[in-house]
């Protein structure tokens, strides 16, 4: 499905960013992996099927200029680049009461800034490739937030409607950019955080891989501006 394409995931050492990229390796891609946590990244890269993957870790996608660094390198190593799977972001919780500025910086810095900053970076080589898929993550509190999540619901309806007015602006370059909008993902830190929570009705990080995995493939060809529910 995916042989002879270039992709990179980024949040690759993470649970959804581990599993997209065993996904498109095992489907024929070369994976380039972004993660700055290397010990577990470098356990990510060696378990994945296929050659050419690369194991990325000194690249910070908060700085534009390091996203930048990072497309010319997987240019300059696999030739090509046809995709971006963007996994890296963050989570907080906090009452309006105990809430300050720096919890909104560090969300929309991680959830809203490094999506900009790769799909920016990346788009020219995606061009020059004759087209491609661009595919985040929103979450279902960026279409109806609960409590104590302002600044992340916030930060990722900021994604989501980054994802809808790029989708539109790059249609006619044959770039497609979709986000899949995950309910609670069944990961340790989430089993940790919510001890009692009925973990049946989570969805795992191998779904949102697969809806992910979609979106990048030419059997999505024709989809572009969606938001997918997953779970």
Known sequence: MFSGKTFIVTGAAGNVGSALAGLLASRGAVVAAVDTYKPRLDQVVAALPGKGHMALSSYDLTDPAAAKALVAHVVATSGRLDGVGTTVGGFAMAKLAD?????????????????????????????????????????????????????????????MRMTESLADELRDEKIR?????????????????????????????????????????????????QLLQVG
């Open 99 to 159: 809430a300050g500025l720096d919890q909104w910086d560090l969300m929309f810095t991680l959830n809203v800034k490094t999506t900009w900053n790769i799909y920016q970076a990346a788009v020219p080589a995606i061009r020059k490739a004759g087209g491609g898929a661009l595919v985040g993550i929103g979450s279902v509190a960026g279409l109806k937030a609960g409590g104590q999540v302002a600044a992340y619901a916030a930060s990722k309806a900021g994604v």
């Open 177 to 225: 950019v979709n986000a899949v909008l995950p309910t609670t993902i069944d990961t340790p830190q989430n089993r940790s955080a919510m001890p009692d929570a009925d973990t049946s009705r989570w969805v795992t990080p191998t779904e949102v891989g697969e809806a992910m995995a979609f979106l990048l493939s030419s059997a999505a060809s024709g989809v572009t501006g």
